[in-house]
């Protein structure tokens, strides 16, 4: 695009260098001048830079159907590779207020509800505005890393087996952002759970992948739900800011129908029915308060004496739950 920071251009670049070890991302091709990236003035005096990348030859995610759940777990595990490479890198592209990163998700509050979306949409977003701020502090202490930030059904690259087919590559960094790393896992379930008839059954999927390679804590599972939420919200806003600024692109457009579906599928799950699932996904007691339960029925112990006559308690019999 005009007027892309040089910065940003090399950024790009020496993370693609930076990612060799990872077998998933494509190798950037040097120029004649042994150069990762060039540039050329165009028609109207401004500096355009380009590059050139490896193909990685597959099919996209978008184009795959149906997705079993032994791929969202695939999915689920290459995000967390991809994490972990991203974690070992130190340079840094500063984004402040950048709009897709979710650590930033209040500037929604001026837009939601000066668009076309339905009343009880905005009463949804509205919510999760009024939660991100009281648990903002928590939040902002959770851990971080370097993340892709857009691992959307267009940028993940499938292996052309039918039957068992697996992530073979991921491309495009643009978005690439330092920010809490359970963000990552969240955009990876919004676009890996699209169309899924059970989102939920879904993202326990990914989430369980995920978790094999990065062991989630506790406090990070309990953001997750709203997680997922707040990035199909920033989808539906972005869609519709950018229907105004560009009507004719079409590409800006492409999954704005499949999340409204998302957003009142996944805003209709009870929150606390999910995070159960969420824990249950990663090796957890599903409810929070399993070990204080354990720990209080050890200390008070009772005994069915003083419900029943001891002449009754013969006629007790089990009940098959």
Request: hydrophobic share 40%; proline share 2%; aromatic share 10%.
């Amino acid at each position: 695009p005009i007027e892309t920071d040089l910065e940003f251009v090399s950024f790009q670049c020496d993370l693609l260098n930076q990612l060799k070890t990872y077998d998933k991302t494509p190798k950037n091709i040097l120029t004649n001048k042994k150069k990762s990236f060039a540039s050329f003035i165009d028609d109207k005096d401004s500096v355009r830079y380009f590059r050139m990348n490896e193909w990685i030859e597959g099919r996209l995610l978008s184009s795959v159907n149906p997705i079993d759940s032994k791929l969202r777990e695939n999915l689920g595990y290459e995000s967390a590779r991809l994490v972990e490479k991203l974690e070992a890198i130190k340079n840094n592209y500063s984004r402040n207020n950048f709009s897709w990163d979710l650590a930033n998700f209040l500037w929604v509050e001026n837009y939601y509800n000066k668009i076309k979306l339905k009343k009880e949409h905005c009463l949804v977003i509205k919510t999760l505005i009024t939660n991100f701020k009281v648990k903002k502090n928590e939040f902002e202490k959770l851990r971080k890393s370097l993340i892709h930030n857009d691992l959307n059904d267009n940028n993940i690259i499938l292996s052309k087996c039918l039957k068992k087919p697996e992530v073979i590559g991921i491309i495009d960094f643009g978005d690439c952002v330092k920010s809490q790393l359970i963000n990552e896992l969240a955009i990876t379930c919004v676009y890996g759970i699209l169309n899924s008839i059970n989102p939920l059954a879904a993202a326990c999927d990914i989430i369980r992948g995920f978790n094999s390679k990065i062991q989630l804590l506790e406090i990070e599972i309990d953001f997750l739900y709203d997680l997922v939420l707040m990035r199909i919200s920033i989808s539906l806003i972005k869609s519709a800011l950018n229907k105004k600024i560009n009507p004719t692109n079409s590409y800006l457009q492409v999954s704005k129908d499949d999340m409204v579906v998302l957003f009142e599928k996944w805003s209709s799950i009870n929150k606390t029915l999910a995070l159960h699932f969420f824990r249950n996904a990663c090796d957890l007691n599903p409810n929070h308060n399993t070990k204080k339960f354990k720990k209080l029925i050890c200390q008070n112990k009772s005994s069915i004496e003083i419900l029943f006559q001891k002449k009754d308690l013969k006629k007790l019999k089990n009940l098959d739950l």
